[in-house]
């Protein structure tokens, strides 16, 4: 069992940054693929960004790509999610997940252990 607990959203204007963090406890972090997703209001949960057990390998969504970047700290068993140019449509509830079996995957589906989510709101 992995626990995930996020933070750092808010309120931000568009062309603004804020950093998410996504702390966990319990099984070995570094076991685990982690994921970034997010979901607006009335849509899908959508990809956002994934990270691979020891870090070098990353995964953008499009919409993201260039503007976020997903990274991890095995030490303090921790993956943030810088977030800069910041635009209204990234307005979402932010969460972070886990994926046990080591495959970076954009299907929420896959992956096992989930946070509660950050909500992150950009004004125009």
């Known amino acids: 069992q992995v626990q995930l607990v996020e933070s750092g959203g808010g309120l931000v204007q568009a062309g603004g940054s804020l950093r998410l963090s996504c702390a966990a406890s319990?099984?070995?972090?570094?076991?685990?693929?982690m994921g970034w997703f997010r979901q607006a209001p009335g849509k899908e949960r959508e990809f956002a960004a994934a990270?691979?057990?020891?870090?070098?390998?990353?995964w953008y969504a499009d919409s993201v790509k260039g503007r976020f970047t997903i990274s991890r700290d095995n030490a303090k068993n921790t993956v943030y999610l810088q977030m800069n140019s910041l635009k209204p449509e990234d307005t979402a509830v932010y969460y972070c997940?886990?994926?046990?079996?080591?495959?970076?995957?954009?299907?929420?589906?896959?992956?096992?252990?989930w946070g509660q989510g950050t909500q992150v709101t950009v004004s125009s």
């Open positions: 990270i691979s057990r020891i870090g070098i390998g990353t």
């Open positions: 997940a886990a994926e046990r079996s080591g495959i970076m995957t954009m299907d929420p589906k896959k992956y096992d252990y």
């Open positions: 319990g099984r070995t972090f570094s076991n685990y693929v």
